[in-house]
């Protein structure tokens, strides 16, 4: 049996290769259709609607509703009935049965007999990035044809609105090409989206001359008493990081309100990705992820960090006045928060557990990158702290504590150990200068938490943790407040660590990639702790 596939190309490249117009394309199917036919005995299954690079239905002239469902028809009407056809992935065939007359489409048996082939059949190696090691991202339109970004969504009117990038490429004066990043909508029910047909709602055009159009991505959003609003990252040509803010009574018609804020002093990176801006307690809370920073000292460390500002916010005029920045997390996995607020008052954020430039993920694994727990966010003493939602308190089992205990020595207890846990550490004595927790841990492995009482500084290690890549494994961290006794609470959850000293004064997120055997947890002191 044959696996049967017509396409315009085989490097990638359909764009270029595909005909100018749609009725090429028609011709192509009614001229191929008798030797099809003539053959169906042999053809298991026909793929696609020979247009995408490779014919996978994606990198194409012709992926919009219209053109897809167009092809899909008169592909249907001229293939006998006996051979099998397939669209690449569910999305497409929700697609194509969402706008035609489903009853236009030919049956085999009781069943419509338009399926998929998103199984690895003749996949190439890119496959939408399903199979190989590229990521091509669904993007259909002119405007969002070189990929979809992060964005938000809210509710408006009974239905889901999502709000993304979309990134394009237009050609300058000179022939050549430059990226471009606009906000684009859409409007769904959770489970199937159409675009807003006049997308791009928020264009760089709509900035003022001195602001990047390259550069302009990850937009979050809310509404204000009748109005909504915008805020999304950029930075201008002198590659100084910011955040503007936009404005809209219906979703479709924006304005560009102001920008909101930037790297004034010069120290907090260049492109501001994912801003978050919201309302906490009696401050104003504006969250954002620098680019390209220099360290500084124990506060920020080099290459992408994300940072909060507090200050207080003019809502009529749009005007926040910004205190000192601070950095959210302090461990080496950490990156794109956002915030939702909850039905019950609480601010609660989600993070990205990776760095861009930091993969301790192996080779071998095909797949990265994971969420921080839940944390909900209060204000304590002019900064922010965190703590788990208490929801994962639900989870809990086989508890065990110990009180009292003295460590002088490299010490286990029995019922401390796995991969997966809840634990809470509280040191109260002063008689030593190292005090060690070692997770995730057996002969081979290990990833440890020093604190060094003197000095006041929490140092993470996790040089041993696994990693065979060239990566910063060493962070330090310097305790807020040594004054008190310094409590460590680490939740694991098999290959991150996730602590959070003094009940969320600091946070620090860790990721490993420890085999689950190295499952001990240990405890070492250079004095006497207890």
Known sequence: AVILRFLYDWDGKAMQTEPDSIETVKLHMRQTSDIV????????????????????????HYMDTNSMTELALLLDSLIDDDIYLSVRTPQHLRTIFKTADISKLKSNGHR?????????????????????????????????????????????????????????????PDGSEQERQNQCIAFGDGLNYVKHENNPVVTGDMLPENCS????????????????????????????????????????????????????????????????????????????????????KYEFHNGHNSVYFLGDYD??????????????????????????????????????????????????????????????????????????????????????????????CYTTFDGIKGRTLDMTVE???????????EMACDDEYSTAFTYNRVAGVLEIDR??????????????????????????RFIMD??????????GQQVATTAICTPLQADGICFNCDGSDV
């Open 213 to 296: 159009r390259i550069d302009f991505r990850d937009p979050k959003i809310w509404k204000e008493d009748d109005t909504y609003y915008l805020i999304v990252g950029s930075k201008d040509l002198n590659n100084v990081g910011q955040v503007v803010l936009c404005s809209s009574k219906n979703l479709t018609d924006w304005q560009f309100e102001t920008i909101l804020a930037a790297n004034s002093t010069g120290k907090i990176g260049t492109m501001w990705e994912c801003p978050d801006f919201f309302g906490l307690e009696d401050k104003h809370v504006l969250i954002c992820s620098p680019q390209s920073m220099k360290a500084d």
């Open 37 to 60: 036919n003539s053959h169906k005995n042999s053809i298991y299954i026909m793929q696609g609607i020979f247009v995408g690079s490779f014919a996978e239905m994606h990198s194409s």
């Open 427 to 437: 040191l109260s004595g002063e008689e030593y200068n190292n005090f060690t927790v």
């Open 463 to 488: 040089t041993c943790c696994g990693v065979t890549k060239d990566v910063v494994c060493v962070r330090k961290i310097k305790i807020a407040d040594t004054d008190r006794k310094l409590k460590l």
């Open 315 to 408: 809502k009529e005029n749009h005007v926040f006045i910004k205190e000192e920045p601070h950095t959210l997390d302090y461990g080496m996995d950490f990156y794109a928060p956002q915030t939702t607020l909850l039905p019950d008052g609480r601010r609660v954020m989600i993070a990205w557990m990776k760095s861009w430039d930091a993969c301790v993920v192996p080779d071998s694994q095909d797949w990265q990158g994971m969420m921080t727990l839940p944390r909900e966010l209060e204000i304590k003493d002019g900064r922010i702290w965190q703590k788990p939602v208490k929801e994962i308190e639900n989870y809990r089992a086989n508890k065990c504590h110990y009180t009292d205990k003295k460590i002088d």
């Open 112 to 172: 419509i007999r338009t399926g998929l082939f998103n199984d690895g059949m003749l996949g190439s190696y890119i496959d939408v990035g399903t199979y190989g090691p590229e990521n091509y991202h669904f993007s259909d339109e002119e405007y969002d044809k070189k990929g979809c970004f992060s964005g938000s969504a809210i509710e408006a009117d009974g239905k889901h609105v999502l709000v993304y990038t979309g990134v394009t490429r237009i050609k300058l």
């Open 494 to 503: 098999r290959q991150s660590i996730e602590l959070f000293i003094n009940d």
